[in-house]
């Protein structure tokens, strides 16, 4: 019997000795995601949208920040993301005030931005201003933490020309206008209001994450 227990000791000894430890995570970033109703929208039961989240998706989880979430926190657990709607900016960029929006974002210093707005930018005839007022958020941004990484992301709506040339031109940009191709990447049909159901469906919204989580894969892992 005692020579039965010593073989299955040594055995689990030598198992234990031979067991590789598991690979460390990559590194773990904090993403700020800006954007509007797309991002989030609040409840608004007038227009028939009951959510919390971003606007169109059936359930919170399916919205493009908490998919594009998932995705990054299965690189590592650490990653963080934090969002916030800056429609006010899209509609009232000569006005907008940085410091009463975004300062405690800005503060906390986030390793990569994705700007994925443009929908609400509407006023064509403005686009000198737009444009200085685009690099003045970025630049408010690089304040205290000039090598953050800016990725802008398209609009998901037609006819947005003015803001995609300028959002070319001072970061990496993503279309997103292939996404007009395919209607189900929308919510017609799911909600009576029109300006609701011209927001993304769930599957809209997993093509949303999916593009931006590829991106941003690409620029702080490099693969």
């Known amino acids: 019997m005692q020579r039965i227990l010593l073989a299955v000791l040594l055995l689990l000894t030598f198992a234990g000795c031979n067991k590789q430890p598991a690979p460390p ?22 227009i028939g949208w009951h959510g ?3 606007m169109a998706a059936s359930v919170a989880d ?6 594009f979430t998932k995705r990054l926190k299965e690189i590592n657990p650490a990653n963080e993301v934090l969002s916030k709607n800056i429609a006010e900016f899209e509609v009232n960029f000569d006005t907008y005030n940085f410091d009463a929006n975004l300062k405690t974002l800005r503060d906390a210093k986030p390793a ?3 700007l994925r707005i443009g929908e609400n930018v509407t006023r064509n005839t403005e686009a000198a201003l737009f444009e200085q007022k ?18 802008a992301v398209g609009s998901v709506w037609p006819d947005r020309d003015m803001p995609t040339n ?4 001072y970061s990496e940009f993503v279309p997103l206008v292939f996404m007009q191709n395919d209607l189900s990447n929308y919510a017609f049909g799911k909600f009576t209001d029109p300006g609701v159901a011209s927001h993304p469906s769930d599957k809209g919204m997993a093509t949303i994450a999916y593009v931006i989580f590829k991106s941003v894969q690409q620029t702080l892992y490099g693969k």
């Open 52 to 54: 919390s989240w971003g």
């Open 25 to 46: 995570f990559p590194p773990a970033y904090r993403i700020l995601v800006l954007g509007n109703s797309i991002t989030y929208s609040p409840a608004n039961p007038s």
């Open 62 to 67: 399916s919205d493009f920040v908490h998919v």
């Open 166 to 169: 300028v959002m070319k031109k």
């Open 112 to 114: 990569l931005i994705v």
């Open 134 to 151: 685009y690099q003045e958020l970025l630049n408010y941004f690089k304040t205290d933490n000039p090598s953050v990484k800016i990725l």
